[in-house]
């Protein structure tokens, strides 16, 4: 099968176009024909090599980990789907990622796709979205009325956020650059601050819920605008323990471990249509596409979420 594969770490040029074989299935797991795949940031942190010592993967390496696609075959196991079916899945983090005609994955990560969802849509949806919900839900226990802010309102992460939050009833005030105001308030939120202007640690207080998207600075800074009791769950960096326990704040940080029980409360919300997600940019299957789409996402270049377009 045709896969775009890098086969040493480095710059966006390194993602060449190769054959490869077609992935085997175990009895759990079901092969899925791709129709689209997102590009997230840790497809590029892992193409530089920022990731190696973690996930110590050897070449080549199809990078990529968000799928949809209709299921070709399934392992003598699998009851859940059948051959046809259109799903969608946030695979195991691996080196045969979905940068590709085809990919492996477990059954009890995939999901139905809905039916007012198209292959691109869904496929922007479960990293990024099940990131959302472990952070503000798993983590946070967000309610009705809680004041939360999201850092980075306008990325893949951050838009999903502010409407998960909404839907659970809170207050969301979320930070972006200013040309991404209107976008940023079209989500849903209630307060907006241009974090390249304002100085969100002066303009908040008695927060319930912070999530960061960001680390570093935004992080420290997040501490002052939590009430005691509040929780800043990061996805960039572990916050300070010591920091937290004087100040009284829950804290949560996570690597997403994704699960299609999960994606399921998702694909309600989608239903809905609670959960929209905003495709900035497509590109091709092809090596071009994808070193676009590469250099594109590290600049922040586009709101909400890159798709990548396979088989069309
Ligand atoms: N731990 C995990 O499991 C996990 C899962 C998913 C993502 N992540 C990480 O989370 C981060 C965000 O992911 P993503 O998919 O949302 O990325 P993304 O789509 O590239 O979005 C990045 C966002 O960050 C915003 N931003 C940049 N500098 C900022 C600042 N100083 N303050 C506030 N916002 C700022 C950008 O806003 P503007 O464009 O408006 O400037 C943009 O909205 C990435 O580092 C990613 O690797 C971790």
């Not at 990131?131 to 306008?154: F, M, N, P, Q, Y």
């Not at 769950?233 to 996570?254: L, M, R, W």
């Amino acid at each position: 099968m045709k896969a775009i594969v890098i086969n040493q770490y480095g710059s966006a040029d390194e993602l060449v176009e190769q054959e490869v074989p077609l992935p085997e299935i175990n009895d759990d797991q079901v092969l899925m024909e791709l129709k689209a795949t997102s590009i997230n940031p840790v497809d590029w942190k892992m193409r530089e090599g920022y990731l190696k010592e973690m996930l110590p993967y050897k070449f080549p390496i199809i990078l990529g980990w968000d799928a949809a696609g209709i299921v070709k075959k399934v392992g003598n196991q699998v009851t859940a789907f059948q051959p046809g079916d259109k799903v969608f899945a946030r695979p195991k983090t691996n080196p045969t990622g979905t940068y590709a005609e085809y990919v492996a994955v477990e059954e009890d990560l995939v999901c139905s796709l809905p039916e007012n969802s198209s292959f691109d849509e869904a496929a922007a949806i479960p990293l990024t979205g099940q990131t959302a919900w472990v952070a503000l839900v798993e983590i946070a226990h967000i309610k009705k009325g809680d004041r939360v802010l999201i850092h980075g309102g306008s990325g893949g992460v951050g838009h999903l956020a502010i409407q998960i939050a909404k839907h659970f009833g809170a207050y969301v005030a979320a930070t972006a650059s200013g040309k991404n105001e209107a976008f940023v308030q079209s989500m849903g939120a209630d307060e907006f601050i241009n974090y390249k202007e304002q100085d969100f640690e002066t303009l908040l207080s008695d927060y319930d819920i912070v999530l960061d998207t960001q680390g570093g600075e935004t992080q420290e800074k997040s501490f002052s605008v939590l009430k005691r009791g509040g929780t800043l769950v990061s996805i960039a960096a572990p916050p300070d323990e010591e920091k937290a326990a004087e100040k009284g704040i829950k804290t949560g940080y996570f690597f997403l471990e994704p699960d299609g029980e999960r994606l399921q409360e998702l694909a309600e919300l989608m239903k809905n249509d609670e959960l929209k997600v905003t495709i900035g940019k497509t590109v091709p299957f092809t090596e071009e596409g994808l070193r676009e789409a590469h250099r594109v996402s590290e600049e922040h270049g586009v709101v909400g979420k890159i798709v990548v377009q396979i088989g069309k």
